[in-house]
């Protein structure tokens, strides 16, 4: 029987035993880890070993050949991937991207730090594929494929939010996004995946979104938007579907239609589009900007993101407008046109407003709505009273992808600032290229996962605290679907007094309207400034 | 354990050549066989790795953005830091290849300590690299003296300003001294910090310790034991004429220090130390950004299998219909849809 | 009183301590992490824990009031409900307190300037600081488990408003 240990012993309990990092061995408890995938879902999806299984279990049920399928698996991805290739040979273990994984700020998890989420890909690779560490063994850091192994592999690549902010540091450009995606397509192989990848990507290939919303329900969601938009400005707004012969086909993450506060984004993206007469439509095949399939594997991404463009080329549009959002993006700025183009049914886009060309998506044909936006307030387009966000003291959260996989910073900020009055910026090296992850990206952004969630979002949720004791910050802005789910969260446990918003809601905010009827109230509802007291007469 | 490992395998070479050319008559072994060995290895290795890592395609462009992409013209591009030309692109090689770019945005950190603002520098690693990488070039180049006849006015040049401080006889060298200063904090920071520590191999500590011995005996050579350089040059220029000649009475140092040298190379490609070539076909950083404006061919993107929107509406018919969604076929021209779920 | 007045006198020799002991619970390669003194945004758990316990034994030395106390408290405990630890090991480190204070007082009471007895009252004092944490934790912890429902609501609840499940305020 142990005894009541005394508060000294609690508190050294973790520094004994030390172990090198290859004989620590995964400890899988509650917060720490995602639910696997169903295995209804897999099946839909085509995917190895559908069963129902548990990481908490000893044994995980893989194929009888698992070694075999991995082992082959990696090989292939050895010759395919010139990143992977090279990145399993030049790196020289300086240390310099530790600090940087919001994972291992959060936690001070050794395995969060990047470079050795890195070597438990690599050790496997020096172990089959080289020979010093065929002969040396684990004295040159190679080491067996166990299954052991697997479940450290299993933990740590869905510990990671394929932020690429380590890569960002490295002195050779290693990303470990990389790895990352390419462990996750080896656990594929064998059936170990979480369900909330999958799960989101089932119902994106069947029904074409991740809720798996049917299409007469989205078409409901939207005229219900509709209406909410009207009672604020009285405005009758009238989207359409599937329509073909529309100038733009219009793409946006479905977590807009269905989870606030994105819906206000959505609220505002109607408005804009019915103030500037634009011709285009929505699908309710192509209802999905984000792509779950990326969390799998490149196969599933391509798979997921066909859809835009056959949709586009089905309904014969010019070329397509894609909303808020992280991955999305880096899905459409560097794969989309390889995997799934060459979009030569389209044309340049062009925005019919100012008559710009968008010579940035020559190939693509794909224009984010924040620069099609930018370009209209530029050229004074659009009516705007800032002064009606004056409630709000905005900062504004840089999305990985965008932000890494992009470039994309003065693009929002052009809007920011013209719809708002009130503006600061998080310190510097906690924004633009550097900023950080909001702690559940990729895939992570599920309720089992909430307690590893709010550790690793502390960086970012610290340096939004940081404006809101200085400045007095009420308001976090953001461009992405995952950011606008789960911001709301990481603020409401670090920083509760910070509500969260789509930069277009603001847009929608500001934007005056033709022929709209006095706004009292913001899309959420909330009196605007100086309209607090309209219900008291007296005033 | 690794640490150990590294230091016996260094001291063990020293050993080596020196019981090799003192004892054991093995200084032809030493002089000659080993440096040809070294350079065959060290070309042959350098080139293979190259060519393997070249072989292999690069599916995708995914560079990694460190700056405002080329957007609307009126918007500031930052060219090097997110470039979209090849042009542009080779700027930010050679701002990573040779300023070590990435390594510096380690930034400085403001602390508050009772109310007093403090700065601490946070680039020391990229300050220890870059001297080390430079001395070492200085170094190498400054070795062409031994190699060519007459000697390139650039290698006299580079004498003359490392060795501006002329203190005594022979010069000391500036770079020899940053040189043993960079690696021995790059040894050190690898000792002590302990995630660094953590995630080391022997193959991280041989290179350093071997490096480090190679400084080390260079200098041995030059200031304590003072060989005699024209014999040494002897056997240099014998060597790359290959009409190869051992000089009597050079001294075991020179052949301590020629043997860890040769080691370096011959060990070369075979290690981490191939970031050297490794960096030039960094995916994340050789390529432009410019995938939006041009289409990028993947030589293996293979079909698959997609949910098209013919199998959808089959499968959503009846309910797009009742809600007034646009269908391609009619309820009456796909009967067999309704039978659908 | 007067054991605070000695103690204070020992104010950076026990904050060093504290925090010693607070971070001796991750693993090195992580303690090296926290320790690390560098800006609160590179280094976010670090500085929380830096920061707060110098304003903990600030008030708690001097005016100890609880309501003051648990927003400090609250600093540190807040990201140790989220760092997978059991609800003791979070929180010993608050007990802690009490062998540090008998440490750096050796010399005050080997020299009789501080009584045994002074120290137990101080040790009360301490288990008073440490049921405040325990309020403190719990409520981060039931903080916890509200926003994970309120993620769940927020990301249905217009699907759930439209099918007329709820009524929309």
Do not use: K
């Given at each position: 029987m142990a005894k009541v240990p005394k508060p000294s012993e609690l508190e050294l309990q973790?520094?004994?035993p030390k172990t090198e990092w290859m004989d620590t061995p995964s400890v899988f408890k509650p917060g720490n880890f995602s639910y696997p995938g169903k295995a209804k879902n897999l099946k839909v999806l085509g995917l190895a070993n559908p069963r129902e299984w548990s990481p908490n279990d000893q044994d995980w049920k893989l194929p009888a050949d698992w070694k075999n399928i991995v082992l082959e698996g990696l090989r292939e991805r050895i010759d395919k991937y010139r990143t992977l290739k090279v990145f399993m040979d030049i790196c020289v273990r300086c240390g310099a991207c530790a600090d940087k994984c919001h994972f291992y700020l959060g936690s001070g998890d050794p395995k969060n730090m990047p470079v050795l989420r890195a070597e438990l890909l690599r050790s496997v690779y020096r172990k089959e594929f080289t020979l010093a560490g065929k002969i040396m063994g684990s004295m040159v850091g190679a080491r067996d494929l166990t299954e052991d192994v697997i479940k450290e592999w299993f933990m740590y690549f869905f510990q990671c939010t394929e932020c690429r902010r380590c890569s960002l540091f490295c002195p050779y450009g290693i990303d470990t996004a990389e790895f990352t995606i390419i462990g996750r397509e080896l656990l594929n192989l064998i059936g170990c995946n979480i369900d909330w990848v999958v799960g989101p990507a089932a119902n994106c290939y069947q029904t074409g979104n991740h809720l798996g919303i049917q299409p007469h329900a989205f078409k409901d969601m939207l005229e219900f938007f509709v209406d909410e938009i009207e009672a604020v400005n009285g405005i009758r707004i009238e989207p359409s579907f599937n329509r073909k012969g529309a100038e733009f086909l219009f793409v946006t993450p479905s977590g807009d239609v269905f989870a606030d506060p994105g819906t206000y984004t959505l609220m505002g993206y109607l408005m804009l589009f019915h103030e500037i007469g634009l011709d285009y439509t929505w699908s309710t095949y192509a209802s999905e900007g984000g792509n779950f399939g990326f969390f799998t594997s490149h196969e599933m991404m391509k798979r997921l993101n066909s859809k835009m463009y056959a949709e586009a080329k089905r309904l014969g549009v010019k070329s397509i407008i894609g909303g808020e959002c992280g991955h999305m993006w880096r899905v459409i700025n560097q794969y989309m046109d390889t995997v799934n183009g060459p979009a030569d049914f389209l044309e340049v886009p062009k925005s019919p407003i100012t008559g710009t060309t968008f010579h940035n998506a020559a190939s693509t044909k794909m224009i984010h709505i924040v620069e099609f936006t930018a370009d209209l307030i530029k050229n004074g387009k659009l009516k705007l009273d800032a002064s009606r966000n004056d409630h709000l003291k905005v900062t504004y959260h840089d999305s990985c992808n965008t932000a890494r996989g992009m470039g994309f910073f003065d693009e929002p900020r052009y809007v920011l600032n013209s719809v708002c009055n009130n503006f600061y910026e998080m310190p510097a090296n906690t924004i633009r290229e550097q900023t950080f992850c909001c702690g559940s990206g990729s895939g992570l952004n599920n309720d089992e996962f909430m307690e590893m969630r709010m550790r690793g979002g502390l960086p970012r949720a610290n340096a939004v605290r940081h404006v809101n004791e200085k400045f007095g910050v009420n308001t976090l802005s953001c461009i992405c679907a995952i950011d606008r789910a789960v911001l709301p969260t990481l603020m409401n446990y670090w920083v509760p007094d910070v509500s969260v918003y789509g930069l277009h809601e603001l847009v929608g905010n500001a934007m005056v309207m033709e022929g709209e009827t006095e706004r009292t109230t913001d899309l959420r509802g909330e009196p605007l400034p100086g309209m607090e007291d309209n219900e008291n007469e007296d005033i | 354990m690794g640490i150990k490992f590294s230091l016996v395998a260094v001291v063990g070479l020293i050993l080596a050549a020196y019981i090799g050319v003192t004892a054991a008559g093995l200084s032809h072994f030493f002089g000659v066989s080993m440096p040809y060995l070294a350079m065959i290895l060290f070309l042959g290795g350098f080139v293979y790795r190259v060519l393997k890592w070249g072989r292999a395609p690069v599916p995708f462009r995914i560079p990694t953005t460190g700056g405002q992409e080329k957007s609307l013209p009126w918007i500031k591009h930052a060219k090097f830091d997110n470039p979209s030309t090849k042009g542009q692109t080779f700027v930010r090689m050679a701002l990573e290849v040779l300023l070590f770019r990435s390594l510096f945005r380690n930034t400085k950190f403001e602390i508050e300590k009772g109310h007093k603002l403090f700065y601490q520098w946070e680039k020391w690693l990229w300050l220890a690299s870059l001297t080390f990488h430079y001395c070492f070039l200085v170094i190498l180049l400054r070795h062409l003296r031994f190699f060519?006849?007459?000697?390139?006015f650039f290698v006299h040049g580079l004498e003359g300003l490392d060795g501006f401080l002329q203190v005594g006889l022979p010069g000391i060298y500036i770079t020899d001294g940053l040189f043993i200063l960079a690696v021995t904090y790059l040894i050190i920071r690898r000792l002590i910090i302990p995630q660094v520590r953590y995630i080391s191999l022997p193959q991280d500590y041989f290179p350093l310790f071997l490096i480090l011995g190679i400084g080390l005996t260079g200098i041995l050579t030059r200031y304590v034991y003072k060989v005699d350089l024209i014999k040494v040059k002897t056997l240099t220029m014998g060597l790359i004429s290959f009409h190869p000649v051992i000089p009597a009475g050079i001294g075991p140092i020179f052949f301590i220090h020629f043997a860890l040298v040769c080691t370096l190379f011959a060990y070369f490609p075979f290690s981490k130390l191939m970031h050297a070539g490794g960096i030039f076909l960094s995916p994340t950083r050789n390529l432009p950004n410019d995938s939006r404006i041009k289409r990028h061919v993947n030589p293996w993107n293979y079909p698959v299998k997609v949910h098209s929107y013919a199998e959808y509406e089959d499968h959503f018919r009846e309910k797009m219909v009742e809600a007034g969604l646009p269908v391609d076929k009619e309820l009456e021209e796909a009967p067999s849809a309704s039978a659908k779920p | 009183m007067a054991i605070e007045h000695h103690l204070l006198k020992h104010k950076e020799e026990i904050s060093q301590k504290w925090f010693d002991l607070l971070t001796s619970i991750y693993a090195p390669e992580g303690v090296r992490l926290f320790k690390k003194e560098s800006d609160e945004f590179a280094n976010p758990v670090g500085h929380a824990f830096r920061t707060a316990i110098v304003e903990i034994l600030d008030e708690f030395l001097g005016e100890n009031r609880a309501e003051t106390l648990a927003p400090l408290l609250d600093k540190v405990i807040r990201v140790r409900a989220v760092q997978t630890f059991s609800p003791s090991a979070a929180l010993a480190f608050v007990f802690g307190l009490k062998a540090i204070a008998e440490e750096v007082l050796e010399e005050e009471l080997s020299e009789g300037e501080a009584s045994t007895g002074d120290l137990r009252e101080f040790d009360r004092k301490v288990e008073g600081l440490g049921l405040l944490s325990f309020d403190v934790y719990t409520g981060c912890r039931e903080k916890l488990f509200d926003i994970k429902i309120a993620e769940i609501k927020r990301n249905t609840r217009r699907l759930l408003e439209r099918a007329q499940l709820i009524i929309s305020e």
């Open positions: 973790h520094e004994l | 060519t006849e007459p000697v390139p | -």
